[in-house]
């Protein structure tokens, strides 16, 4: 319980620095590059990964945007959801990360709730990072663009 309440003040502490049309940091300072291709099931499309928690709110704020991102994306685009709303979805995350060659990016991002990537799968390269975003505008120009490669 002491955890949740930690998680839901730095997401709160969040949504006070993001504006609601933030726009995306094209290099996060933190991790530029994941250091190698993800899984093969990921190859050849985007990737969109988001930390999500069902307590955050800042994760509710950009549900609407990642829900149309994926109907309007379906079949070009990967979405992946790491859920870190308690220990075992967070267990699980892991998992799923190591899986799919996200582990580096889970590792930096799974306290910081809302936030939402887009990686290029051949080399990890993270293309934009979003914190509590909802403009689509912001995730459409640079999904675009990764497509057009």
Request: hydrophobic share 40%.
């Amino acid at each position: 319980m002491r955890v949740q309440s930690w998680f839901a003040a730095l997401c709160l502490v969040s949504l006070s620095f993001a504006a609601p049309g933030a726009q995306a940091s094209p290099t996060p300072a933190d991790l530029e590059t994941l250091g190698a291709p993800l899984a093969p099931e990921l190859q050849g499309k985007p990737v969109v990964v988001d930390v999500f928690a069902t307590w955050c709110p800042g994760c509710k704020n950009i549900a609407s945007t990642l829900q149309t991102l994926r109907t309007e994306y379906k079949g070009k685009v990967n979405f992946v959801v790491l859920d870190v709303t308690d220990r075992t979805t967070s267990q699980q995350s892991q998992q799923l990360a190591q899986k799919l060659g996200l582990s580096k990016y889970f590792e930096a991002n799974k306290a910081s709730t809302s936030t939402v990537a887009i990686i290029d799968p051949v080399n990890g390269k993270v293309l934009a990072q979003f914190q509590n975003n909802p403009n689509k505008e912001s995730y459409t120009t640079v999904l675009n663009t990764a497509l057009a490669r």
